[in-house]
């Protein structure tokens, strides 16, 4: 049975998330009162997946905007694109990341447009666009919890009774503001009375699939076997995955997307054994500027999150380390992209948003 995780709010003044570095371990939510400690927990992965980055960048310039002193529009406009350009600072390949930042500009914009000219008025009108921008913050956190349902509606036709699937990384409600992309199909179609079987990729560097999904799906009583990144090969080999299923943090126009470094490798071996493989994303995640995913920008993270399992170094010293924290997965390996608006299949020709 469904039991909604709070991924992240707004209560009196401050954004609250839980701590997905304690997960599974510890369950404890972190407060931030200061913008700049969302932008830490952005870049520490106390929050992340490229949804709930997004939502906790909203939330995060809300509460800038909101202890900016400044005695005119103008200013107020200057201290809030600063806030908005250290948030564009974090995770580069996070798509949900900038249509977030770019909604809340627009909204800020709005605001001020409305108070030109009553500069009379200037502390009034700062306070109403203060307001204005926490409650377009807590809109966009409401909205991708909707856009996630609809999403599993949208997937759940596509997960036969009985299916075993696979899936890597954490896309879950974690990853999101609730309910979940990847595992909101899942979700979805146990909710219907299907049963299924899921196995979780562990998915190293940073474990988000033993840490988190295992946790999600563990909680909810939902089926699950948790296997090293590796045995994904040998259990398509076995006959034992009916689909694999996985999110996104930015598809370009052509249907080319990004996700959890890792989720390539999967892509081929589906390929190879005739298994579909999906992505399940929101519109947010899409970057119509970008026409196929040789330009995305990969971000590439600390060295330690290789050579140490936790605190434990596990590799030799001052041995080189990459570690590209995302691949790009051809479309012509993705049997379909589910999202809030319907199911998109390839080709995706003319570009995916002219699919819909
Ligand atoms: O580095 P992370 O944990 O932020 O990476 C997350 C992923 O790759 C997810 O699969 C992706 O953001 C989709 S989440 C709905």
New binding site residues.
């Given amino acids: 049975m469904e039991k909604a995780i709070r991924t992240l709010f707004w209560k009196d003044g401050a954004v609250v998330m839980i701590d ?1 570095r304690a997960l599974p371990l510890t369950e404890r939510y972190v407060y931030c009162s200061d913008y700049r400690q969302v932008i830490a927990a952005i870049n520490d ?1 106390t929050i ?6 997004g939502v906790a960048a909203a939330m995060g310039i809300a509460l800038g905007a909101l202890h900016i002193e400044s005695s005119t529009p103008a200013a107020l406009s200057d201290a809030f694109h600063e806030i908005c350009a250290q948030f564009a600072a974090t ?1 580069p390949t ?1 798509r ?1 990341l900038f249509w977030a930042i770019e909604r809340m500009k627009r909204r800020c914009e709005e605001c001020l447009e409305v108070s030109r000219g009553e500069d009379d008025q200037g502390q009034q009108r700062i306070a109403a666009v203060k307001k204005a921008l926490v409650a377009e913050a807590i809109r966009i956190a409401e909205e991708d919890i909707a856009v996630n349902r609809r999403i599993g509606e949208n997937g759940r036709g596509l997960i036969p009774d009985g299916a075993r699937i696979l899936t ?5 409600a974690l ?2 503001a609730g309910y ?3 595992l909101g199909v899942i979700r979805a179609a146990c909710a219907e009375g299907k049963k299924l079987h899921v196995y979780v990729d562990e998915t190293r560097p ?1 474990l ?1 699939g033993a840490r988190l999904t295992a946790w999600e799906l563990r909680r909810e009583g939902i089926p699950c076997t948790l296997i090293a990144d590796s045995m994904a090969g040998f259990l398509m080999q076995q006959g034992k995955i009916e689909l694999v299923i ?4 930015r598809i370009a126009a052509n249907g080319d997307a ?3 470094i890792g ?1 390539y490798t999967l892509a081929v071996l589906a390929k190879a054994h005739g298994i579909p493989f999906y992505i ?2 929101p519109l947010s ?1 899409i970057d119509p500027a970008l026409p196929d995913g040789g330009g995305m920008t990969i ?1 590439e ?1 600390n060295p330690e999150e290789v050579t140490h399992v936790g605190s434990v170094r596990i590799a030799p010293e001052g041995i080189p380390v990459w570690n590209p ?2 691949d790009v997965t051809p479309h012509a390996l993705i049997a379909a992209i589910i999202t809030e608006a319907g199911v998109i299949r390839p080709p995706f020709a003319g570009g995916i948003l002219g699919c819909i």
């Fill in positions: 997905q992965l992340r997946g490229a949804p709930a980055i995770r996070a949900n890597h990384c954490n896309a879950g990853a999101t979940g992309t990847a940073v988000q996985v999110g996104a943090d990004a996700n959890k989720t399940a994303a995640t971000e993270r924290a995302f």
